[in-house]
């Protein structure tokens, strides 16, 4: 049975590629019994005409058996629905203006699709590139070396834990000093995250003590970079922060650390052991890898027993713990997965309304083309059969618009790129793969699908006798089609309306954000990192000669202004202390409040235009040795002295040393942005470099003002660094007003697209609407005439049509809010200083659409004062 | 795989079905060939539309039952020449069978008064 049927779909195959074979073989079989029975009849004694129809009566209706035949050897509805796809074609593309608009709609609303759902793809749904990531969780709050062993050996849910703090470390083997970022790991941190050396191997556990081996793991842009990409690298050495390391491996290319960089990854405990014995320094961010069977809830769970023990042994470090674990890939992909998913509702509600326009062009058309349908119904066509050749167009208008759109995503993505949001830098997968194409092609299809079914339906839904008169335009066989387009119209409106809202929201908050004083005056300042390698710079009076050195030489510049601060405003560094105030009552242990802490030199003040509120600056004397002093900002005086002069309050920082070492407050700034803009200001405390206690903070940021832009101000200010020590390497060159830029950039990439999207929904809707009017007047110019010529005024005309446009568009505005009302409160962790539900926004949106509409529905409107009664008449 | 029937009331189909596995029984032979068999052997009692005759040869030749091939008749003519397969011949015996005992007890259905 199966050979029988596979033999005959064989041949049924051949048969499709041999078409023309299979017509002439049918053909020559009739002709030869034709012309052999002719003969017979001939040489019967028939007269030679009749012989030949006599064998023409005996053989039949030759031209249905050879259909039969035909049928038989080729897939019959196959051929139908090529025979479909031909015809269709042929439509649209003698409909060229339709198909341009069809398509184009369609492209819009897949390309803003595409290009988001593949930065999606991208970011969210491909899996991390570590082994088994999904059992893989991170710690939120960053922890110290010996709580992760005490956690890792008393706790049952995890396998491995790693942890990795980045410092920048001294790379003096290469051509010029400069610095590398040093993953500083313990030896469990390349285990947990299980990617093999693509070179060599990783630190084992021996090796990660205090006094082990120096040994360097590189990773693969270091290792090419800078070694050449030399296949002998391992046992070489190379020089960090003054000393060897032996490299021991090299990662693959695509090995990054979830969410830092690091060029070399070197153990912890060989080198800072001092930091990696430390209980208390926070300063390592954590991994964990789940034992199988083991779910997050249960680690949270242990992990929460646990923090209780760590609490009653260590109480002035660990009081406050709270672990919080994450999913890895939640983790890495936190800040941008609600901006990402608000874009991706957002451009779907694009494509919805893409696809109304599309369902109203489709029921446009087969209104327009009543009459040729009506002359194949009477012809015999069944129904199904009309049906299937209506969506058979719109699906193929629904695959030819996707691969537009496949070209529109294309530069999409390069255009959201080139948005270059610092979130999105560690995804390399974003392009179009075949996740991607596979979406597009689903969507596609569907939309062809979906959108298509009702305007083919309408399209069978014609009454024959009244659509073959000559010229009908009869007004009610449209009727449920109108309503229809109408509901489409008003649901587009209603979404644009949604749309818009979340943009005006977006951009009202960006706005707000950019309107944020950091605290200082961006202009015209230049910044610079500089680090001194410990090996020359371990004691506080040399690093205080060097940085005294260091400002002499810029500050004699002409037209500079230069100060140092530890870390500059906007960065990302954070380092806060707990701090007590003389005089305040004793707290607990541990729950002393945290300030953010930070040195200066020069007239850093000054220099920022940071303004002073009371007390005064630093000055050189606040030196070693001379009364500790420090400088609080406005924050820390709401909150920690109230109702006090601050100037002469004494504080210090909690846990210090006994006897207490008290800084008096000898001035009060205003508040800066520490980290980022839309972050509010913390407590802060200035101090002095000279009267540091801090040895190993080495590192600190040149501020220089000038007047205006200075050429050459870079190369200037490195040969004066150089000067004084031409060891000293100098990084992170930014001018503070890209540093603004930066703290900018995530907010500025989702309000450039939301509003992309909302433009393009307006425009969506404004084209659906005028689409929609323009129509109806068409249909109308009988009724308006008759109308004009019993002496209705061009007024009165103006103002019916602009009725009708105006109710569609009231109602979709009415819808949008209410929807809008519940949706944008999903966007409110994106929103900076504006509720999801701002009043002047909703109406503001309101106005714009109800504009938009207004205009799209005037020209028809013009149109329809313009109709000559007589022609209008005549017309019909 | 069952094979469509396209006239269901078409009595005559799985006996032309039949009369042309008989013919071929014979050996190699074109379509005309067959229908002049069948006219002279069933002494033209049997009056088929000859051009029906090729559906149904196509439609045994896409079952596997008739293997086909073009070649020059006679007169030198390009003609297309039928065989039974061995399938065809099993085919052929069943259907033969079947009919023997069919027409067996039809008549004896016909005999009894």
Not at chain 1, 70 to 84: K, N, P
Not at chain 1, 142 to 149: E, I, M, T
Not at chain 1, 461 to 478: F, M, P, Q
Not at chain 2, 92 to 98: G, I, R, S
Request: hydrophobic share 45%; proline share 5%.
């Amino acid at each position: 049975m199966f050979s029988e049927w596979s033999n005959k779909t064989w041949l049924r195959f051949k048969a499709i590629w041999k078409r023309r074979q299979l017509d002439r073989d049918l053909n020559d079989e009739a002709a030869f019994h034709l012309s052999m029975r002719e003969e017979k009849n001939r040489l019967a004694g028939i007269d030679a005409e009749e012989a030949r129809y006599a064998a023409q009566r005996q053989f039949g209706n030759a031209t249905g058996l050879k259909e039969r035949s035909r049928e038989m050897w080729t897939f019959a509805s196959l051929e139908g629905f090529l025979q479909d796809v031909r015809l269709a074609l042929r439509m649209l593309l003698k409909n060229p203006g339709f198909t341009a608009v069809a398509v184009l709609t369609l492209a819009l609303g897949v390309g803003a699709n595409t290009a988001i759902f593949s930065v999606i793809n991208g970011v969210l749904l491909t899996p991390l590139p570590y082994k088994d990531p999904q059992r893989i969780v991170v710690m939120k709050r960053n922890d110290s070396l010996p709580n992760v062993s005490d956690i890792l050996r008393q706790t049952r849910s995890f396998s491995q834990s790693g942890g990795i703090n980045i410092d920048n470390m001294d790379y003096t083997s290469g051509t010029e000093p400069m610095q590398v970022r040093a993953g500083r790991v313990n030896a469990g941190f390349l285990e947990t995250l299980g990617v093999p050396p693509m070179l060599g191997r990783i630190i084992s556990q021996e090796e990660d003590v205090k006094g082990g081996p120096r040994f360097v793991v590189l990773s693969y842009p270091f290792w090419q970079n800078f070694l050449s990409s030399d296949p002998q690298v391992l046992g070489k050495t190379i020089s960090l922060s003054g000393n060897d390391y032996t490299v021991i491996g090299v990662m693959p290319a695509n090995f990054v650390p979830p969410r830092e960089h690091a060029d070399v990854f070197v153990s912890l405990w060989v080198a800072y052991p001092d930091g990696a014995s430390e209980r208390d320094v926070h300063f390592m961010h954590t991994y964990w890898r789940l034992n199988a069977g083991v779910t997050l809830s249960q680690a949270q769970a242990e992990i929460s027993a646990m923090d209780h023990r760590l609490a009653e042994l260590y109480p002035d470090s660990e009081t406050d713990r709270r672990t919080v674990f994450l999913p890895l890939q939640e983790s890495v992909t936190g800040s941008v997965r609600p901006a990402l998913l608000v874009l991706f509702g957002a451009v779907g509600f694009v494509l919805l309304i893409a696809c109304a326009n599309f369902a109203g062009l489709l029921m446009a058309r087969a209104v327009a083309r009543r009459q040729e349908i009506g002359i194949r119904t009477a012809l015999g066509a069944g129904k199904s059969r009309l049906i299937r050749q209506a969506l058979t167009e719109s699906v193929l208008l629904a695959i030819v618009g996707g691969g537009a759109g496949l070209l529109l995503a294309r530069l999409g993505i390069s255009l959201l790129l080139s948005l270059k949001p610092a979130a999105l830098d560690r995804f390399s997968g974003i392009h179009l793969d075949a996740h991607v194409l596979f979406f597009v092609f689903g969507i596609s299809l569907l939309t062809g699908i979906v959108f298509g079914i009702a305007p083919a339906w309408s399209v069978t839904n014609v009454d024959i006798a009244e659509s073959l008169k000559e010229g009908a335009r009869g007004s009610t066989s449209g009727q449920s089609g109108n309503f229809l387009r109408k509901l489409l119209v008003t649901a587009e409106f209603a979404l644009a309306l949604v749309l818009l809202v979340g943009a005006g929201l977006l951009i009202k908050g960006f706005s707000r954000l950019r309107s944020v004083s950091p605290g200082f005056n961006p202009q015209n300042v230049m910044t610079m990192h500089l680090q001194l390698p410990e090996t020359r710079y371990a004691k506080i009076p040399r690093q205080t000669q060097f940085r005294v050195q260091a400002l002499e030489r810029l500050s004699a510049l002409p037209g500079v202004q230069a100060a140092m601060v530890m870390d500059r405003p906007l960065s990302t560094n954070d380092v806060n202390y707990r701090v007590i105030v003389d005089g305040d009552p004793p707290v607990a242990v541990g729950a002393e409040p945290r300030a953010q802490t930070n040195s200066v030199m020069g007239d850093y003040f000054h220099v920022m235009q940071i303004p002073i509120r009371a007390g005064r600056e630093f000055t050189p004397l606040d030196r070693e040795g001379q009364p500790l002093v420090a400088i609080v900002n406005e924050e820390f005086v709401k909150e920690r002295l109230p109702h006090r002069n601050p100037i002469g309050a004494r504080i210090d920082w909690a846990r210090a040393p006994d006897p207490p070492r008290w800084m008096t407050i000898v001035g009060v700034v205003a508040d800066v942005k520490d980290s980022s803009l839309d972050a509010p200001a913390d407590p802060a405390v200035y101090t002095p470099f000279p009267q540091s206690e801090q040895v190993w903070r080495r590192w600190m940021t040149l501020v220089l003002r000038t007047t205006g832009p200075v050429p050459g101000l870079v190369d200037e200010v490195k040969k004066q660094v150089w000067s004084v020590d031409s060891q000293i390497p100098i990084t992170d060159i930014l001018s503070m007003e890209d540093l603004m830029a930066v703290s900018l950039a995530q907010q500025r990439f989702n309000m450039l697209l939301l509003a992309l999207f909302a433009v393009l929904a307006l425009i969506l809707a404004a084209v659906g609407i005028y689409g929609l009017m323009a129509y109806s007047v068409s249909q109308r110019t009988h009724e308006i005439g008759v109308r004009l010529a019993i002496g209705a005024q061009r007024g009165d005309v103006l103002r019916l049509v602009l009725r009708d446009g105006a109710r569609l568009t009231l109602l979709g505005i009415a819808i949008g809010i209410i929807a809008a009302l519940a949706l944008t409160r999903l966007m409110v962790s994106l929103l900076f200083e504006v509720t999801p539900t701002d009043p002047a926004t909703f109406a503001a949106v309101a106005i714009v659409l109800a504009v938009t509409a207004f205009a799209a529905c005037y020209i028809p409107a013009r149109r329809a004062t313009r109709v000559d009664p007589m022609v209008a008449l005549r017309y019909d | 795989m069952k094979e469509k029937c396209e006239n269901p009331g078409d009595l005559l189909q799985g006996t032309l079905d039949l009369l042309i596995l008989k013919a071929l029984a014979r050996g190699t032979m074109h379509g005309y060939g067959v229908a002049e068999w069948i006219h002279q052997t069933s002494e033209d009692i049997l009056k088929v539309e000859e051009g029906a005759l090729y559906p149904a040869l196509h439609r045994l030749e896409l079952r596997g039952l008739l293997s086909a091939e073009w070649g020059t008749s006679d007169n030198n003519r390009r003609a297309k020449f039928y065989s039974l397969t061995a399938a065809g011949k099993k085919e052929l015996a069943q259907e033969t069978e079947f009919w023997r005992r069919m027409s067996g007890a039809v008549a004896r259905i016909l005999q009894t008064a």
